[in-house]
């Protein structure tokens, strides 16, 4: 059976205010992310249908708390939640500290990525 930990993880990077370690594992990225600051992502969301993620993930707060945008409500998660996040959603506010696991679909979650990217590429340009 494949395992993945943060330590062993291959992919990811440090970025600053997030650091991101991941695995692809039979069509899903597991990924263990770290928030040292907080993170709005509305503005990275730009050009998606409807501005938002359409991927759909699964995921575990190890410490911290996050919160989701769903248009019509916010949904808050804290250290020792699961949690989904169907596709429609913005990850909106990240206490700094917070430690996540997520599972997301590879393929859907490169195609949202692609965009976030270009946008953060803009953003860092302007």
């Known amino acids: ?3 993945v930990s943060k330590e062993s993880a ?3 990077g440090d970025y600053g205010p997030v650091v991101d370690r991941h695995e ?3 069509g899903y990225r597991i ?3 770290t928030f040292r600051e907080d993170v709005d992502a509305t503005p990275l969301m730009k050009g998606l249908p409807d501005d938002r993620c359409q991927c759909p993930h699964w995921g575990y707060v190890i410490t911290g708390r ?3 945008s769903f248009g019509d409500r916010d949904e808050v998660f804290e250290a020792g939640d699961a949690f989904y996040t169907p596709p429609g959603h913005i990850p909106i506010k990240h206490q700094p500290g917070t430690e996540i696991v997520m599972f997301s679909p590879a393929d859907e979650l490169h195609e949202t990525e692609a965009v976030l990217m270009k946008n953060m590429q803009a953003m ?3």
């Open 1 to 3: 059976m494949p395992k």
């Open 10 to 12: 291959t992919g990811g």
């Open 24 to 26: 692809l594992v039979e």
């Open 31 to 33: 990924g263990f992310t």
């Open 66 to 68: 996050l919160t989701f």
């Open 124 to 126: 860092q340009a302007a």
